[in-house]
C-alpha cells in the first residue's frame, strides 16, 4: 500500500508541476487535541485562575526596572539559574543546591514525565487532581492510573500506597494541598506515602504558601522525593512563567541535566531574584491572599445557611474555595450567570471553583451569588 502510494505521487509529480500531496497524518497521541483555552473576553473580575489579586508592590517594580537597564539581552540566560535559586531557597530557608528552576512548574511536569519514565511505565496519580498530570503522561506515553477520590474528595493514603504497589508505578504525582479540590494531606501522611513506595513521588505545592504541611525542609531526608512550587499563585508572579523543583542532590542533578539548557530566559531569572530578596512584601501579600480566601470562604458559608442543602463546600488550604451546588446542571447555569455579570469563575464538570479575589471583588461575586439563589427560590415559589 505505501508503495504504491509512493509509486503514483512519483508518477504524479513528474506528469504535473503541482505536487499532489498526501495529507499529513497526525499521530494518534495528539491527532484529537486542541489548544489549551482559558476563559477569553474581557471580563471585569476574573477569579478563575487561582492567580493572585494583588499587583506587585511598588518598591519591587522599582528594582526590576533598575535591572532591566543593565540586562545582557545579547547574552544567552544563566543555564542554572544561580542567581535566582539561591534567592528562592533563601526565601524558603532551604539549601539552594536542591533547587531547578523551571518555564513554570508546567514545564517541570512535562520533563519529569519525559524523562524519569520511560514509554509504558505506570505513573500514579488521584482525581479529581490538576489535569496537566494526566495530559503530560498521554503525550510521553505513559500508563496513568489513577485513584479516584471518593465523594468527600478526600485521599486515601493506605489507598494510594496499595495501588502503587500494585501496579508497580514508577512515579506517583499529586497536588498538595490539591487543585481543585482545595483540601490538603498532612504532612504525616504524605511521610507515610514516600516511605512505603518505591516510586518517585513528586509533591506539588503549588498552593503550600497558604497552608502549613510543606516537606520542602525534609527533601534531603529521601531517595524519592521532588517537590513543586510556584511563583504563579502565592508569589503573584504568573507572567513570567516560573516554576521550582526541589530534590536530593541526586535527583536535582539528573533535572538539571534533562532539561533544556536555557530554559528560564534572563528577564525572569532577574525579575524571580527581585522578588524573592523581598521576604517581607511577599509575606505580606501571603498574609493577604490568605484573609481574602478566608473572608470568601465565610461570606459563602453564611450564604450557604440562608439557602440550606443548596450547596457544599470544602474548608480551603488554598487561595480558592470548591463547591458543588445541589444540582448538577446548577454548576454551568451558576457560572454563566456569574459570567453575564462580568464575573469569571472556573466551572469543573458539576463542581465550582473561585478564586479569592480583592475585598471589593469578593464582595460582588458574593452579591451575584446570593442574587442567584434567591431568584432560583422565587421561580420555585411561584411554580
Ligand atoms: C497553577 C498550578 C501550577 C503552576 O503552574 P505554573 O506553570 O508554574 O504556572 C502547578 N500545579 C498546580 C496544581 C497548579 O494549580
Redesign the pocket.
Known sequence: MGWAILAFRTFWKTDEKEAFALPYALNDKIRELTPYEPISGAFQIRLDA?ESYLSLPEPVLAEIRARLEKLDFNRYPDPIGGELCRAFAGYYGIDPKFVTAGN???ELISILANAFLMKGDAMLTVAPD?SMYQFYASISEIDCVVLDKGPELSIDVDELIRKAVETGAKMILF?NPC?PTSLGLSRKQVRKLIRSVDSLVVL?E?YMDFWDQSLLSEVEDYENLII?R?S??AIGC?AI?L?FAVANERLSNALRAIKSPYNVNSFTQMAGTVLFQHKELLERARRQIICQRESLYDALLSVQKEFPGKYKLWKPETNFVFIKPEAPEDARRIFEFLLKNQIAIRCMGNYLRITAGSPEENAELIKLWRLWFAEEEKNHENG
Do not use: I, P, V, Y
Request: proline share 0%; aromatic share 6%.
Open positions: 487561582n513554570g512548574s508546567d490538576f497536588s487543585n506539588d503549588a513543586l510556584t504563579s499563585k504568573a512563567r516554576g
